[in-house]
């Protein structure tokens, strides 16, 4: 069972930055592959980035490569996401989510995870 809890979400403008943190509950954390999704308004939850287990394979989703960066402290059953140049676009609902899963055919699907966070709002004004 692994327990999440989305923090750090916001108001910001764009081109600002925001970091996004999710704490794990649960001693197996590190032998998850963790995602970040996002829902907009009117929108599908999609992916935005994963980070297997080792931290050795990050995958970002088109729309945010170059901006956006995920990593996780074992140690601390942590999970991070560092939001750069921000964009109206951006806006959202920013889930973390955990799977076993270490292939991306699989952890880029939402219905490959099975535990979710609450959700942090994270908006960006123009």
């Known amino acids: 069972q692994v327990r999440l809890v989305e923090s750090g979400g916001g108001l910001v403008q764009a081109g600002g930055s925001l970091e996004l943190s999710c704490a794990a509950s649960?001693?197996?954390?590190?032998?998850?592959?963790m995602g970040w999704f996002r829902q907009a308004p009117g929108k599908e939850r999609e992916f935005v980035a994963a980070?297997?287990?080792?931290?050795?394979?990050?995958d970002y989703a088109e729309s945010v490569k170059g901006r956006f960066t995920i990593s996780r402290d074992n140690a601390k059953n942590t999970l991070y996401l560092q939001m750069n140049s921000l964009k109206p676009e951006d806006t959202a609902v920013y889930y973390c989510?955990?799977?076993?899963?270490?292939?991306?055919?699989?952890?880029?699907?939402?219905?490959?995870?099975?535990?979710w966070g609450q959700g942090t709002q994270v908006t960006v004004s123009s």
């Open positions: 649960g001693r197996t954390f590190s032998s998850y592959t």
């Open positions: 980070i297997t287990w080792s931290s050795s394979i990050p």
């Open positions: 989510a955990a799977t076993t899963y270490s292939g991306s055919y699989h952890y880029t699907r939402r219905q490959n995870y099975g535990y």
